[in-house]
């Protein structure tokens, strides 16, 4: 239970401060709509291209493949914006049997994904509170 | 030459002589704003569309994994709780991506943030109002979820008791 909860905070922080820096930036809501759709879009693919296996490699099984980046796959594989509060649930949970992507990204320090949680979360929050202290009303 | 003449009416203005509640109740004030205005409240039904959509997609998941283990009995292969705030996660992060500008852009684009900063009230305030207003309301969204999720799984286990032990 409590692995719930704490799960359930890290994602809800997360996803909460997300948007709403970036629409702190602009007074149009369909740009700042489509600015965090079209980042998560372009940050999932991009994750999946750089950590996706070599051609042809990929009959040796799932986990078995190699990526088309080799080592440095485990390092791409934090650029997908959506996998931040994913990769921190599976350390929360414990859960090492996930997905090939999550496995991958296991490989790293713990504290590489940590990191990455509260650059993203702490720093997009500072940004959001920046923005409006200076903001002239 | 004629005269213009003015006349007063007396619309009943009156000094406010209630108690003066001061910044915290400003802040709450902020925040139950930016709660109501997450979920449409006190708007048409076109503004209680998203919302609605929102809760539907943080229930669904749990509602049908709940479902499938009851029918199926199987817990071994079936997402459970880690694999649910995976699923979820996707669902919700395009959900807020759309909810979330409704908050801040248009007290910006409107002026209405202007009048907020009249009050005894902080710029640091408004941020932090509207930032746990939507926070509260995505927290409940995932909690709900997995409360869902649970009732499921321990309702469907061969002993609930245990369930209840080995995933608490």
Do not use: M, Q, W, Y
């Given at each position: 239970m409590p692995r719930i909860l704490a799960a359930g905070f890290v994602l809800a922080a997360f996803i909460t401060t997300l948007p709403l820096a970036v629409a702190a930036?602009?007074?149009?809501r369909a740009l700042a709509a489509a600015f965090v759709i079209g980042l998560f879009i372009i940050s999932s693919a991009a994750g999946g291209i750089l950590t996706g296996c070599h051609e042809g490699r990929e009959h040796q099984g799932d986990s078995e493949c190699e990526a088309?980046?080799?080592?440095?796959a485990k390092w791409l594989g934090?650029?997908?914006?959506?996998?931040v509060p994913t990769n921190i649930n599976n350390m929360i949970f414990d859960d090492e049997d996930g997905d090939r992507r999550s496995r991958i990204v296991s490989e790293l320090p713990r504290v590489v994904p940590i990191g990455l949680y509260l650059v993203m979360t702490g720093g997009l929050g500072a940004a959001l509170w920046l923005r409006y202290r200076r903001l002239t009303v | 030459m004629t005269q213009r003449t003015g006349e007063l009416f007396d619309l009943g203005y009156q000094h406010y002589d209630g108690p003066r509640e001061g910044r915290m109740r400003a802040r709450k004030a902020v925040f139950f704003d930016g709660f109501r205005t997450t979920l449409g409240?006190?708007?048409?039904?076109g503004a209680k569309v998203l919302p609605m959509l929102l809760f539907g997609a943080a229930m669904a998941p749990a509602i049908i994994i709940a479902l499938i283990v009851s029918l199926t009995?199987?817990?071994?292969d079936l997402p459970g709780h880690p694999e649910y705030y995976q699923v979820v996660s996707i669902v919700l992060l395009i959900f807020t991506a759309i909810i979330a500008p409704e908050l801040l852009c248009a007290d910006r684009r409107n002026g209405v943030i202007s009048l907020y900063l009249v009050?005894?009230?902080?710029i640091t305030d408004y941020v932090a109002a509207r930032w746990l207003a939507f926070f509260a309301i995505t927290l409940l969204l995932v909690y709900s979820g997995q409360i869902v999720l649970l009732a499921g799984l321990i309702l469907s286990a061969s002993d609930p008791v245990d369930y209840i032990r080995d995933n608490w």
């Open positions: 930036f602009t007074d149009r088309i980046t080799g080592d440095a934090v650029v997908d914006v959506s996998r | 409240l006190g708007r048409g039904a009995n199987d817990l071994i009050r005894p009230l902080s």
